[in-house]
């Protein structure tokens, strides 16, 4: 399947709230990590599993703004070419496709597998708790490599902190539906 074809199920207007989401996780995760690393370093855990919720939360929102599949693995790929190309914080190098992507692609396909959008607020944490677990598993396993006891306590911050990230998502998405901004219920049937 191309690219091409891929593309065209997604708007201009849906390309567009992918380009902000991944704009605003990769502006914002500089700014976070290290406030996260103020509160995770004296209890030794990884900073961005603590703080991930907060960036994943992008890719939820825009998940729930789209409400189509695969918008998180472009938001994904799209936060990987700008830090990539930027060499902001955060940077893998080649890495960076799969620790930026991953989390875009096992939140599409949880949510696949669920038959969710970020419909709800159940599935909206759960999204979140995907995302964030896919990313700190990722970077875990290209750098960490952490002992299995602290990489199952690591991953438990990733699963609550990236849950209260898809609750955060959910209260943003409510917010921005009183403007008119996301999906509306007659969307909801095209969709369907």
Known sequence: MS???????????????????????????????????VVAAPMGIPAGSFAGGLYMMWLVVGFGITGKYGTGTLIG??????????????????????????PGIVMDLG??????????????FFAGMLANIAGTMSVNAVFFRLPAVYLILTVSVAA????IGGILSWQLLLLL??????????DEEDIE
């Open 3 to 37: 690219l091409h074809r891929i593309l065209q199920k997604f708007t201009v207007y849906d390309l567009v709230v992918i380009s902000v989401m991944a704009a605003l996780g990769v502006v914002l995760k500089p700014v976070l990590v290290p406030l996260a690393h």
């Open 77 to 102: 790929l799209v936060q990987a070419a700008a830090v990539l190309l930027t060499g902001v914080t955060g940077s893998h190098g080649i890495m960076t496709l799969v620790s930026y992507t991953l």
């Open 111 to 124: 949510l696949l597998l669920i038959r969710h959008r970020v419909c709800c607020r159940p599935c909206a």
């Open 160 to 163: 609550l902190s990236g849950g």
């Open 177 to 186: 539906k009183k403007y008119h901004i996301g999906r509306t219920e007659e």
